[in-house]
T-cell receptor
Framework: GDSVTQMEGPVTLSEEAFLTINCTYT??????LFWYVQYPGEGLQLLLK?????DKGSNKGFEATYRKETTSFHLEKGSVQVSDSAVYFC???????????FGTGTRLLVSP | GAGVSQSPRYKVAKRGQDVALRCDPI?????LFWYQQALGQGPEFLTY????????KSGLPSDRFFAERPEGSVSTLKIQRTQQEDSAVYLC????????????FGPGTRLTVT
């Protein structure tokens, strides 16, 4: 079945450092790809998405590019802030968008 | 409403008790999903409704789990004879239609079975 693998955390960075969180997927067909973020004490929020190969999703300085050839959707940000500290989940959905398949999450800790 | 709401936010149940978890989706959203999130893990799909029809219940872990959405709006997830392994956060999400990839999540209900 479909699956998502993302790097284990925690990822610990200093403010203004460059962030990469790796995500790879296994799926039949052409899934849509997502990054969700969960801030402490809050629910899951959609951060960005890409629905076809070579699409780049972006939001709040975060970016991820749908790479079909490497089945990857790595999350990047050029300069992280303390407020970016959260758990980040990579996810996919099939072409019918009838459910999301999530990775295990990566905790990001940013220190001043 | 402004977002997806869930109640209760926290529930403690003794093993063997029945529990009912409620989800109020965003008004007008046709699709509704339930997920289970164990500690330190990503959410896992339980079941999916389109309006009042339950189109996929392949993720329900046992026949002790039952979900309904009788009028195509509010949904209830019921767990009978709770077991310790049922302890998790139960998340509800909704979206405009099954053809829209964006799901909006509620805050979750944290269930602890003692």
């Amino acid at each position: 079945g479909d699956s998502v693998t993302q790097m284990e955390g925690p990822v610990t960075l200093s403010e203004e450092a460059f962030l990469t969180i790796n995500c790879t997927y296994t799926a039949t067909g052409y899934p849509s790809l997502f990054w969700y973020v969960q801030y402490p004490g809050e629910g899951l929020q959609l951060l960005l998405k890409a629905t076809k190969a070579d699409d780049k999703g972006s939001n709040k300085g975060f970016e991820a590019t749908y790479r079909k050839e490497t089945t990857s959707f790595h999350l990047e940000k050029g300069s992280v802030q303390v407020s970016d500290s959260a758990v980040y989940f990579c996810a996919l959905s099939d072409q019918g968008f009838q459910k999301l398949v999530f990775g295990t999450g990566t905790r990001l800790l940013v220190s001043p | 409403g402004a977002g997806v709401s869930q109640s209760p936010r926290y529930k403690v149940a003794k093993r063997g008790q029945d529990v009912a978890l409620r989800c109020d989706p965003i008004s007008g959203h046709v699709s509704l999903f339930w997920y289970q999130q164990a500690l330190g893990q990503g959410p896992e799909f339980l079941t999916y409704f389109q309006n009042e029809a339950q189109l996929d219940k392949s993720g329900l872990p046992s026949d002790r789990f039952f979900a309904e959405r009788p009028e195509g709006s509010v949904s209830t997830l019921k767990i009978q004879r709770t077991q310790q392994e049922d302890s998790a956060v139960y998340l509800c999400a909704s979206s405009w239609t099954s053809g829209n990839p964006e799901q909006y999540f509620g805050p979750g209900t944290r269930l602890t079975v003692t």
